[in-house]
């Protein structure tokens, strides 16, 4: 085994965890899940059937993954935050065929407690503050805040608000590095 696991971890049959992954108290990963190189599972954890995670996933405590969700490489997840897989749930019927899918891009994060109603896509970089409700597809670096989620800005690969000047040009104080806001789209230079 090339991976670490608690001893109170429960893996169901079927999984891929990549090498370096380390997988902590409690936590449930089941059956045909794809999880990828270095990730850190924290306690609590539960993963659905065929939940994919790339490499370097953050999960923190007590996070519901549920079928449907994929997440790319380098994506942070708060502690506590849930994902849901169906619009209207009901103990009574059975909509395990009309699970929606959501997709987390690259380098993303999801603050602690925020919620990801499913069907929609949080672009690469994007950043969700700790208690948002994402109830709409997120553009990449966008900052999305509150309850339902509303965009409050644009965050740099790093974490750090961009502030446009009026040629649409922002830097990151910790990088340095350049990024453009033309028509509503942030690319990194």
Known sequence: MSYFSHPTAVIDEGCEIGECTKIWHF??????????????????????????LGNNVKVQNNVSLYTGVTCDDDVFLGPSCVFTNVINPRSAVNRRSQYAKTHVGKGATIGANATIVCGHGIGAYAFIGAGAVITKDVPPYALMIGNPARQSGW???????????????????????????????????
Not at 28 to 46: A, D, F
Not at 172 to 177: A, G, H, K, V
């Open 155 to 189: 965050m740099s690969e790093y974490g750090h608000k961009l502030i446009f000047d009026n040629n649409g040009k922002a830097t990151c104080p910790e990088s340095n590095e350049q990024y453009t806001l033309v028509n509503g789209v942030v690319v990194k230079q």
């Open 27 to 52: 936590s449930h990963i089941m059956p045909n899940c794809k999880i990828g190189k270095g990730c850190n599972i924290g306690q609590n954890v539960v993963i659905s059937p065929e939940v994919i």
